[in-house]
């Protein structure tokens, strides 16, 4: 495993490249830190959930709603709710259009999706301009982890890349999921 700080010049690069080369990256978000790797990556998606003890959906990390919107199956009321939703770094779990992202990270012909607010994750998303694939990093049932060395300690021979944020400690992002016209918080 590398281990490189956010402050390092480098480090957006290093992190765009990791996901070229379908690397799995522990990185830091707005509210705690995030396993992930490219949106199409199955082998990575498979190495995740197995570092995870589980096989469920996972949601992805977005620079911008253009980069998902059309992918989405809703009317343009909805997409509006999603925008504003979407502002304060929330998730959102609605349908979409089977084949346009990865099927094996949705569930019931939907896909959960979020645009951090996170300078650094955002100057990472932006330079991609793809969707990756973001989930707590712990095993399913345990706490999430947020500090560094603990990431390293638990995670190092599992991951190939951590990106070092500092402890970071806060609330998971509230989840709204969409239902035909209705919309309501489920976290």
Do not use: W
């Not at 290093?14 to 199955?42: E, M, S």
């Not at 959930?49 to 059309?70: D, H, T, Y």
């Amino acid at each position: 495993m590398k281990r490189v700080k956010t402050e390092d010049s480098n480090s957006v690069d290093i992190f765009v490249n990791a996901l070229k080369n379908n690397q799995i990256i522990a990185y830091p978000t707005d509210t705690i830190y995030g396993l992930g790797t490219d949106i199409n990556n199955n082998e990575g998606i498979d190495r995740i959930n197995s570092i995870k003890m589980r096989k469920q959906p996972m949601s992805v990390a977005l620079g911008s709603f253009e980069i998902i919107k059309n992918n989405i199956n809703a009317e343009e009321d909805i997409l509006i709710k999603i925008e504003e939703i979407l502002k304060d770094g929330s998730t959102c779990i609605v349908k979409y259009n089977p084949g346009s992202l990865n099927d094996k990270i949705a569930k019931d012909g939907k896909i959960g999706f979020r645009i951090p607010n996170h300078d650094y994750l955002k100057s990472v998303l932006k330079k991609y301009q793809k969707p990756i694939t973001t989930t707590s990093i712990n095993k399913t049932g345990s706490v999430p982890l947020y500090i560094p060395d603990e990431i390293e300690e638990k995670f190092g021979d599992k991951i190939d890349l951590l990106i070092d944020g500092g402890i970071i400690k806060n609330n998971p992002s509230k989840i709204f999921m969409f239902e035909a016209d209705a919309v309501k918080q489920i976290r």
